[in-house]
């Protein structure tokens, strides 16, 4: 089983739609995890960090489900700019490995 | 401040010739890692030095890929001989106190092909 797994999608959803994904992990023992986002031909950057209490930044909100191990990020109203690809990322507990799930992309459509 | 500096951007070659790839991290990062992206893998993380010494190359695929990081501010990954396998988008990474934060910094990358 792989470390972190996400739905490829894509996404295709109207400007000013909400918009979930979620992503499974496998290491019960992970106590953070990230999202990071990745625009076409560029390089990965961190969105956000998720807490035990969840973390919310504007039309962003990332919540952790540790008894079912998985964490979701939301996005409210979302614009033609956060179109990307969104990355899951689990470190190991000792942050020797960051493990990147293969990526949701989301196309929001005018 | 300048960000991680990744060179060549792109480079096509083939089989069996020597691919050097270089990576500068963004200084005051004691922690760097190279990672290898395919669109049927992902990102995969290959080796990960911290304060200059390799931690863990476990995901280095095999002998023909080394990588070294001679001091605080450049890493090379090397590839002898490439194969069209190796064709993949090759990022460096770098972070302060091994990444305690989840912030990777990475640079553009290095596209590389071989034919």
């Known amino acids: 089983r792989k470390e972190v797994e996400q739905d490829p999608g894509p996404f295709n959803v109207p400007e000013g739609a909400t918009v979930a994904f979620n992503c499974t992990y496998s290491n019960s023992a992970s106590q953070s995890f990230f999202w990071y986002r990745q625009d076409c031909r560029k390089e990965p950057k961190l969105l956000m960090s998720?807490?035990?209490s969840g973390n919310e930044d504007g039309r962003f909100t990332a919540q952790l489900n540790r008894a079912s191990q998985y964490i979701s990020l939301l996005i409210r109203d979302s614009k033609l700019s956060d179109s990307a690809t969104y990355l899951c990322?689990?470190?190991?507990?000792?942050?020797?490995?960051?493990?990147f799930g293969s990526g949701t992309k989301l196309n929001v459509k005018p | 401040d300048a960000g991680v500096i990744q060179s060549p951007r792109h480079e096509v070659t083939e089989m069996g010739q020597e691919v050097t790839l270089r990576c500068k991290p963004i200084s005051g990062h004691n922690s760097l890692f190279w990672y290898r992206q395919t669109m049927m893998r992902g990102l995969e993380l290959l080796i990960y030095?911290?304060?200059?010494?390799?931690?863990?190359d476990s995901g280095m695929p095999e002998d023909r890929f080394s990588a070294k990081m001679p001091n605080a501010s450049f890493s090379t990954l090397k590839i002898q001989p490439s194969e069209p396998r190796d064709s993949a988008v090759y990022f460096c990474?770098?972070?302060?106190?091994?990444?305690?934060?989840?912030?990777?910094?990475f640079g553009e990358g290095s596209r590389l092909t071989v034919l």
């Open positions: 990474a770098s972070s302060r106190d091994r990444g305690r934060t989840g912030e990777l910094f």
């Open positions: 030095f911290n304060n200059n010494v390799p931690i863990d």
């Open positions: 998720v807490y035990s």
């Open positions: 990322v689990v470190p190991l507990y000792n942050f020797n490995k960051f493990y």
